[in-house]
């Protein structure tokens, strides 16, 4: 008898508003996935901006859920309640009836900062286990696992949040990373600390534009002959803006919605951009960073990424200015020791081993 495939369900959203980072990542973990044999799933509401159409051209299954009409507003079950769009309720009896359609669910990875214990002990009886994937232990959960990649030096941050029995994930050493950032690590050359290269990238979003108020300050600078690497993202809606920027300067390459990031990353000498995920592409591939947070999510992970080292953090983009930008920037240029310390450090922090060691508790479980 032919051997059913394991079913494994993400519920994560991708808009304007939330941006892309959530459906990127849980997209590198359902990729391995489906390697080991598992039929792969995705739950995702129609909102503006969504990336359903990136997670199809993966080869995954998309169940849109309609937009509401009436947008819920209300935020009284957690902080990012607004982001969801419906009442939780309603969320939860949807994804119900899209999850009975099939075979049993072995388990159903949720990575959504608008979702809580209530949500997930309503989906509860459906499914065998439950993964969350989060990074700001500010609400309780009904969950097997549990993974934040992320940097925080307090250790006790999910204390009274999770299940007794639940496992933790904990650190960069789990960050989600694409495989070909592991195959770009084995062939990085030695970072010399010189710059003939920047990356500059900011989410798949960038609402504020930051991409655009960076490329205008790199060309007021005395360095001609530095190549530029601006990427965007398809639902960024500044991007033929951007576009025009980049066609008015010498030496600077445009990308939308690249799938080749990885070698972007290691061709650069430093790299300008938001916090988030993308902090850990980098410190894999060993590219110091000025980075630039775009959302609250984003501070404490930039602000202890600076503590050790691994980046420049200026802050939040509303309190950035020209002046401190221009300033970061000169002072790599006139620091190369700098930057190579900042590239050793960084790297020190990710191996791109992290997808396999969370499958590996995934199939302990």
């Not at 044999?37 to 739950?43: D, K, L, P």
């Not at 309720?89 to 990875?109: F, H, P, Y």
């Not at 949040?161 to 990085?188: D, N, S």
């Amino acid at each position: 008898m032919r051997k059913e495939r394991k079913r494994i369900m993400f519920r994560v959203d991708s808009s304007t508003t939330i941006g892309s980072g959530h459906v990127m990542r849980c997209l590198t973990l359902a990729a391995e996935l489906r390697k080991i044999g598992a039929e792969t799933e995705f739950i995702c509401r129609e909102l503006p901006g969504n990336l359903s159409g990136l997670i199809r051209q993966h080869g995954h299954f998309v169940h849109l859920l309609p937009r509401s009409e009436r947008t819920n507003r209300s935020s009284d079950w957690c902080s990012h309640a607004t982001w969801l769009e419906v009442p939780w309720k309603q969320d939860a009896n949807e994804c119900l009836l899209v999850m009975k359609q099939g075979s049993s669910c072995e388990w159903l990875v949720v990575d959504h900062y608008a979702l809580n214990q209530n949500w997930e002990q309503t989906l509860r009886p459906h499914v065998e286990k439950i993964m969350i994937i989060d990074d700001l232990a500010d609400r309780v959960h009904d969950c097997d696992l549990l993974l934040d990649q992320n940097l925080y030096s307090e250790e006790g941050r999910y204390d009274g949040l999770l299940p007794i029995e639940c496992l933790t994930l904990l650190g960069p050493k789990f960050a989600l990373l694409r495989p070909e950032f592991k195959e770009m690590r084995a062939q990085l050359k030695k970072r010399t600390g010189k710059i003939n290269r920047i990356l500059v990238f900011f989410g798949g979003v960038d609402a504020s534009n930051e991409t655009a108020r960076v490329i205008k300050i790199i060309r007021s600078l005395p360095q001609k002959n530095v190549f530029l690497d601006v990427v965007v993202g398809a639902a960024n809606q500044h991007r033929m803006e951007i576009e025009q920027l980049c066609l008015e300067m010498p030496l600077v390459n445009y990308h939308c919605q690249v799938c080749n990031m990885a070698e972007l990353l290691a061709a650069a000498d430093l790299a300008i951009g938001a916090g988030g995920g993308t902090c850990w592409e980098r410190c894999a591939l060993k590219l110091p960073s000025i980075i630039i947070s775009l959302a609250e999510n984003q501070i404490r992970i930039a602000e202890n990424l600076s503590k050790v080292g691994a980046i420049q953090y200026l802050g939040e983009y509303q309190q950035v200015t020209f002046d401190d930008i221009i300033n970061a920037l000169k002072m790599f240029f006139s620091s190369p020791g700098k930057l190579k310390e900042m590239a050793e450090r960084a790297g020190s922090l990710v191996d791109t081993h992290g997808v396999r060691r969370v499958i590996n508790f995934m199939e302990q479980i």
